[in-house]
């Protein structure tokens, strides 16, 4: 059994005040090795505050000191690509990257047209914007290297998924209503290297579904990399399947099946389990425990799926393992999982709806719900709430750690907070 390809990156950010390069951080799965905070408010503990125009829920990603959000108008007629300092808060650039007359509309207030977080290696950050474009932007000039406006979807309600970076390509999710595809670029060109497009069968009408309701085609996950016996899996969850390909060449290698639509979490490996665990999105949301296996091939929904979790699953935010224990936060409520059976430990209502994935660090869990609160509770099979701090804007982006400080988004500011 091999750890994760990114657990490798992992260790080596440690050594390197772990900069949190993509969504989810240097490991992808919200797990870091640092001593944060754990006490907070309005009036405590934050070392700068600043406001952000317009809306966007993509994590802020930080390297080399730099903190680089999205953002973009209410009305998506604008969107752009903000850097701060990580020092004092001061704005280094403001970029505007689109300009749309007519942006195809949201339709509910759970998304914005500034949702997919970018991701960095060395001095190139690559942000995407979904249909509206994907750029390779220069760290230190903020100069645009390549952009790329052809690739199409139908977003339905926006765009959601974050690239991810594999080598010398960055690999982008396209879940529209009309087409849904995943796509790699290369890094220092920004042309076409492979393109698969989802074989998800739909059958809309036989699950009393109209034919023409995007909503059943929607997914909103970003892709996960594994490397078991030396072979490279990359798990992408979408509407009605979840499915695995070759990163390197795009090629199916197994799915599983399901009838959920509009994933938003990513998947999470436990190595010592050696089982990913996957969520299965909106109408009745499971998640569901996966046996990794390098020789997997075509629908392996019978023969590998260890354990489904049918109770107080997340809708939207994704999950955290932490000290052998699995994590997950579902409307009010908080829960502990063991890993292994999928049986739940403990539930405690936690506050509001959660949308923003969960954080682990120094043996403590972070939930930060839509209405601005953080618990952070003990990694323990038995319920120890810590502390509970409120901000006074809520979490709709998943938080980011650099060295020992919390950059926390809310709706309408960024924080960095200290002990």
């Known amino acids: ?198 074989a998800t069968e739909y059958d809309d009408d036989k699950d009393g579904i109209p034919a023409n309701s995007g909503d059943m085609r929607k997914g909103y996950s970003t892709p996960f990399v594994v490397s078991t016996e030396g072979k490279n899996i990359m798990v992408s969850n979408s509407a009605k399947a979840c499915w695995a390909y070759d990163p390197d060449t795009g090629k199916e290698l197994w799915h599983v099946t399901y009838k959920t639509h509009s994933p938003s979490s990513r998947t999470v490996y436990s190595p010592e389990e050696n089982l990913l665990y996957i969520n299965t999105g909106l109408g009745k949301a499971e998640v569901w425990a996966i046996r990794l296996d390098p020789e997997a091939k075509g629908d392996i929904s019978e023969s590998h799926v260890v354990w489904k979790a049918l109770k107080r699953t997340p ?22 999982v063991d890993p292994k059976t999928g049986e739940i430990l403990w539930n405690a209502r936690m506050g509001g709806d959660y949308s923003a994935s969960l954080l682990a660090a120094n043996s403590h869990v972070y939930f930060f719900d839509e209405d601005g609160l953080c618990t952070v509770v003990k990694a323990d099979k038995n319920l120890e709430v810590v502390s509970e701090n409120h901000l006074d804007a809520g979490f709709m982006a998943s938080p980011s750690v650099y060295k020992n400080s919390l950059i926390l988004r809310t709706k309408s500011h960024l924080y960095r907070i200290d002990k």
Not at 315 to 336: E, I, Q, Y
């Open 315 to 336: 809708k939207r935010s994704s999950p955290v393992l932490a000290n052998g224990l699995l994590f997950f936060a579902n409307d009010s409520l908080g829960s502990c």
């Open 1 to 198: 059994m091999k750890l994760p390809i990114y657990t490798a990156l992992f260790l080596a950010a440690i050594s390197a005040h772990a900069d949190w390069t993509e969504f989810r951080g240097p490991n992808a799965d919200g797990t870091i090795s640092a001593d944060l905070p754990v006490e907070w408010s309005e009036e405590k503990n934050v070392t700068w505050k600043k406001e952000i125009e317009g809306l966007g829920w993509s994590t802020p990603v930080i390297k080399d000191g730099k903190i680089w959000i999205t953002t973009a108008a209410v009305n998506g007629t604008t969107m752009s690509l903000l850097c701060f300092d990580y020092v004092n808060g001061d704005r280094l650039f403001d970029k505007l990257l689109v300009t749309c007359d007519n942006p195809e509309p949201l339709g509910n207030k759970m998304n914005t047209y500034a949702t997919c977080t970018p991701v960095i290696r060395d001095d190139r950050i690559y942000v995407s914007f979904g249909s509206y474009g994907t750029f390779c932007i220069d760290t230190n000039t903020c100069e645009t290297i390549w952009q790329r406006r052809d690739i199409q979807c139908s977003h339905w309600r926006g765009p959601g998924s974050s690239p991810i970076l594999w080598k010398n390509t960055m690999i982008l999710t396209f879940d529209g209503a009309d087409q849904q595809f995943l796509i790699a670029l290369d890094c220092d060109t920004g042309s076409t290297v492979w393109r698969t497009d989802r």
